[in-house]
């Protein structure tokens, strides 16, 4: 069943672009609807205020690339979180469906899902 599973998310259409514009908000829905895991977005040590863009949380001290990526379901929960630091130069967390527990980082967003 783990292989099946792997191959699955490797096509599956669970998948978006991540760009500076969108609002943490959207980003928190998409990724949520997407990957049916949570998605904690900071800024600094806080949560990022919804209605901010990444673009306006960026670090001042490491902005990132500002390369825009895709996200897909076979990444795992480490591979994720460090895109987000690289590209944006923000901290991100994969927590569970019920945001009360973090999702362990050698899980693919696809497992993740399916644990829920």
Same mark, same amino acid.
């Given at each position: ?13 669970? @998948? ?62 480490? @591979?994720? @979180? ?35």
């Amino acid at each position: 069943m783990g292989i099946f599973n792997s191959i699955t998310d490797r096509f599956k259409a669970s @998948e978006f672009d991540v760009k500076g514009q969108m609002k943490v908000k959207n980003l928190k829905n998409v990724f949520k609807d997407s990957f049916g895991c949570t998605l904690r977005v900071y800024s600094g040590n806080r949560f990022a205020k919804e209605d901010y863009t990444l673009k306006r949380i960026r670090d001042k001290k490491n902005p990132g690339t500002g390369e825009e990526f895709k996200v897909r379901a076979s990444w795992t929960v480490r @591979e994720v @979180e460090k895109k987000f630091h690289k590209s944006f130069g923000i901290r991100v967390q994969v927590a569970n469906n019920d945001d009360n527990e973090l999702a362990k980082n050698d899980l693919t967003l696809g497992e993740v899902k399916r644990d829920n």
